[in-house]
């Protein structure tokens, strides 16, 4: 019988890689309301100026007798531009354009925390672990292990 956990935990993995993973489902553009032009996330839904012309209909939220709702766009390796350009009311002055980019954020967090690569976990677990060419990572200039988040 496995022993129970006496206080729970999230482990570090889920924390700085799987859960970021997830940001690669933010769509470019929402629809917030009927008649209105989509906007992005960052700038335009950014939430730290009064509402006006931001008042959110049933476009982002499944209401009974109303259309579906807009879905999240599949999981996938990439962000919307409006994450790699995050807004200076996001980030605060920036002396590095990468301190803007959320990809770079969540690479770095992950180095900072010690998280294992992507081919330690894989070898770890017994999953097959992806050549170099499948990863078209050497053609950036990367040369060491996998980031997890990636």
Same mark, same amino acid.
């Not at 889920?14 to 997830?22: C, H, S």
């Not at 929402?30 to 931001?54: K, Q």
């Not at 967090?109 to 998280?115: A, K, S």
């Given at each position: $019988?496995? +022993?129970? !956990?006496? *206080? %729970? #935990?999230? %482990?570090?993995?889920?924390?700085?890689?799987? #859960?970021?993973?997830? *940001?690669?489902? =933010?769509? %470019? $553009? &929402?629809?917030?309301?009927?008649?209105?032009?989509? $906007?992005? !996330?960052?700038?335009? =839904?950014?939430? #730290?100026?009064?509402?006006?012309?931001?008042?959110?209909?049933? $476009? /982002? #939220?499944?209401?009974?007798?109303? %259309?579906?709702?807009?879905? @999240?766009?599949?999981?996938?390796? +990439? /962000?919307?531009?409006?994450?790699?350009? /995050?807004?200076?009311?996001? +980030?605060?002055?920036?002396?590095?354009?990468?301190?803007?980019?959320?990809?770079?954020?969540? =690479?770095?967090?992950? *180095?900072?925390?010690?998280?294992?690569?992507?081919?330690?976990?894989?070898?770890?677990?017994?999953?097959?672990?992806?050549?170099?060419?499948?990863?078209?990572?050497?053609? &950036?200039?990367? @040369?060491?292990? +996998?980031?997890?988040?990636?």
């Amino acid at each position: $019988m496995p +022993t129970a !956990v006496k *206080h %729970p #935990f999230i %482990p570090v993995e889920l924390a700085n890689a799987a #859960f970021r993973y997830g *940001h690669s489902q =933010l769509r %470019p $553009m &929402y629809a917030i309301r009927a008649g209105a032009a989509p $906007m992005a !996330v960052f700038p335009d =839904l950014i939430g #730290f100026s009064p509402v006006g012309d931001r008042a959110v209909d049933s $476009m /982002l #939220f499944d209401v009974p007798g109303r %259309p579906s709702a807009q879905r @999240s766009k599949r999981i996938d390796g +990439t /962000l919307p531009a409006s994450l790699i350009e /995050l807004p200076r009311e996001i +980030t605060g002055a920036a002396g590095d354009s990468a301190y803007r980019s959320l990809a770079a954020r969540a =690479l770095q967090r992950g *180095h900072g925390t010690g998280l294992p690569s992507g081919e330690s976990i894989a070898r770890e677990i017994g999953a097959r672990v992806l050549e170099r060419a499948e990863l078209a990572l050497p053609q &950036y200039g990367w @040369s060491i292990e +996998t980031p997890l988040w990636l």
